[in-house]
């Protein structure tokens, strides 16, 4: 399983999302700090109540290795989930990135750590600690309901879940979108005459 989801890391968002049938994707939104950062891992799930993080501190120490901390915190933009120093933490314990329906703030600090974070907004505002939410079950993250130890997949494109089980037919797919998406690519692009001909078929709905 480590090696499916190893070569699963290295495919575009977009095609794992054509393998699921673009049913998983997270709201777009939610989107990297970095255009470059990728993730992919499992999900630990944390659900917070808003302007309250406790519960994200708990999910860095429960966290295993690897894991990527995937948090509902509402789509709530007003007080940051977390900062640079929290992020740190997460980097520090080995997680391989965090998945944020809310928002981070200390922008400039989460990019220097070069930690993968996707969040649907940044803020200056912190937030509290008097606890309140879950930590290891269902939530929901951007619209799409996400289980405990699903794959978390995202790129500059945003963040697909790949549901437990599902991990070796959703590779196969989408090695076979991406092998198609090339060989067309090679076809057709630069030459003028395939060009036209591709946009001939498209349109004449065949």
């Known amino acids: ?8 890391a290295e495919l575009p968002s977009t095609c794992v999302s054509d393998a699921l049938g ?3 994707n997270l709201d777009p939104a939610i989107k990297p700090l970095r255009e470059e950062w990728r993730v992919c891992g499992r999900a630990f799930t944390v659900q917070v109540r808003a302007a309250d993080n406790l519960m994200v501190l708990k999910g860095i120490r429960e966290a295993a290795p690897g894991d990527v901390l995937v948090i509902d915190a509402k789509g709530y933009l007003y007080n940051a989930v977390c900062g640079d120093f929290v992020v740190a933490l997460m980097k520090t314990l ?7 329906d809310g928002a981070v703030r200390d922008v400039l600090g989460i990019k220097q750590l070069d930690f993968p974070v996707f969040c649907r907004g940044t803020t200056v505002a912190a937030s509290g600690k008097s606890g309140g939410g ?5 939530i929901s993250c951007g619209g799409v309901p996400v289980q405990p130890g699903d794959l978390i997949l995202g790129d500059a494109d945003g963040v697909v879940v790949i549901p ?5 037919e959703i590779l196969q797919k989408a090695q076979t979108k991406l092998r198609k998406d090339e060989e067309r690519e090679k076809d057709i692009i630069g030459n003028p005459e395939a060009a036209q001909a591709y946009l001939d078929e498209m ?4």
Do not use: D
């Not at 080995?94 to 944020?100: E, I, T």
């Not at 437990?164 to 070796?168: D, F, I, K, N």
């Not at 349109?203 to 065949?206: A, F, H, Q």
């Open 94 to 100: 080995g997680l391989a990135g965090a998945v944020v």
């Open 164 to 168: 437990r089980g599902r991990e070796e």
């Open 203 to 206: 349109l004449s709905g065949r």
């Open 22 to 24: 673009g049913l998983t």
């Open 134 to 138: 879950a930590v290891g079950v269902p």
């Open 1 to 8: 399983m480590e090696n499916v989801i190893a070569q699963l």
